[in-house]
């Protein structure tokens, strides 16, 4: 069964960096196209980003352009979110998610979430 | 670009309908065919319901559905039951390669 495991959270203060892990099973990764999206507590859905299967291309929202890079290694079955110069509006569960057809926004699987807090 | 607009929340009773709209612009809704519904009950996390405006995924009961008309698309439930309360949002592909959602639906069953 496809399974997603987001790992790397936590408390760091502001304008430290994180890197967050999502390691995949039950299906083959290096065929899908990867996303990241994030919930800030109580709020809505956030897209963050975006790699795709072979790790050519990423895009990005535009509220982290420049301070989140998102990578790949399909021979660990693992995608990385880099986030840097963290902000207080850091602060949410990070999700990472399976595409099931870009760019139809269609994420057919998603992991529990790792919580990133920003605080000082 | 901003959130898509859904309203705060919505109600229904046992076995009623219940539709929710997700309203963007020509440049997001109305421009591709590219619209996604997620349910998301508490602490858990996102299910995709609907996905290309009308496309339900395996395992997703009939009586979820959606359509779009110009701007606005809209995620009806049919037949409401308890389980179906939850928080429901729309996503649309906003070109240049991009994505964004809407700002939730809070769903509840009476």
């Known amino acids: 069964q496809v399974q997603l495991v987001e790992s790397g959270g936590g408390v760091v203060q502001p304008g430290r960096s994180l890197r967050l892990s999502c390691a995949a099973s039950g299906f083959t990764f290096r065929s899908y196209g990867m996303h990241w999206v994030r919930q800030a507590p109580g709020k809505g859905l956030e897209w963050v980003g975006v790699i795709w299967y072979d790790g050519s291309n990423q895009h990005y929202a535009e509220s982290v352009e420049g301070r989140f890079t998102i990578s790949r290694d399909n021979s660990k079955n693992t995608v990385y979110l880099q986030v840097n110069s963290l902000r207080a509006e850091d602060t949410a569960m990070y999700y990472c998610a399976r595409d099931r057809g870009w760019p139809s926004g269609h994420f057919d699987y998603w992991g529990q979430g790792t919580l990133v807090t920003v605080s000082s | ?110």
């Open chain 2, 1 to 110: 670009q901003s959130a898509l607009t859904q309203p705060p929340s919505a109600s229904g009773s046992p076995g009623q309908s219940v539709t929710i709209s997700c309203t963007g612009t020509s440049s997001d809704v109305g421009g591709y065919n590219y619209v996604s519904w997620y349910q998301q009950h508490p602490g858990k996390a996102p299910k995709v319901m609907i996905y290309e405006v009308t496309k339900r995924p395996s395992g997703v009961p009939d009586r979820f559905s959606g359509s779009k008309s110009g701007n606005t698309a809209s995620l009806t439930v049919s037949g409401l039951q308890a389980e179906d309360e939850a928080d429901y949002y729309c996503s649309s592909y906003v070109g240049n390669n991009r994505i964004i959602f809407g700002g939730g639906t809070k769903l509840t069953v009476l």
